[in-house]
């Protein structure tokens, strides 16, 4: 069991898999679909622009001039490459469009994103899944399209998730110090770069025990209070509406 947690800070910044959703949805239900339609995929589509796009990104990034086993190959080990993140992508858009694929949330933490996004707490999505695909996967949850619940995402083309200086980024980018940030998320090597980089961290311990955290700790989003800082001088310091730039 965690306890109550009071957090000041003017934005968050949300990992997505085992801390705002199921780890299991991304690391199975999407790379499975992926995967079962990968063939048919690339036989319907493989004059299309984007694809044929991305076949030749593939061979120059791979010097292996069958892009499409190139390709099933990395799908198969599951590599984080971007040509492999936009034909997935791609993909995933056909399975959300005709329902196949539904995103998913914890229910605690979706109420507590709707609660801070009526607060006005500005919110933002860090994410190993590209910018792309956190928008897909928003846009059609089981709760419908909750796009407009967030300020901007991110993904690791700001920089991987371990190191400091990709939540330095962010909160540049958010326009705020690392400081008045908070970063939710299941991975201590994320945290412990959030922290690196002077962002304030909570550890959710939801499909993870993490008894000897050095974080503080939460594994049910209602335990947590996000209070913005009282401000001296009097003025807020809102970040800018709409989308950032990744
Ligand atoms: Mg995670």
Known sequence: MTTQLTVEARAILLDIEGTIGPASFITHDLVDYARDRFDEFIATNRQSPAVRQILSETVKRSGRQDAVAMLKDWLVRD???????????????????????QGRLFADAQSAIEIW???RLPIYVYSSFSVKAQRLFFGHTEAGDLRHWFAGHFDTSIGAKVVARSYEKIAGEIRLRPQDVV????????????V????????VAKETKSANSRYPVIDDFSLVDIRR????????????????RT
Do not use: C, M, N
């Open 79 to 101: 590599e984080k490459v971007q040509p492999l993140k936009e034909l997935q992508s791609l993909i995933w858009q056909h399975g959300y469009a005709d329902g196949t694929l």
């Open 229 to 244: 800082p009282a401000d001296r001088l009097g003025a807020a310091h809102f970040p800018p509406v709409g989308e950032a």
């Open 183 to 194: 970063y939710f998320a299941d991975t201590s090597a994320e945290l412990a770069a959030a």
């Open 196 to 203: 690196r980089a002077g962002v304030q961290v909570v550890q």
């Open 117 to 119: 996004h009526a607060e």
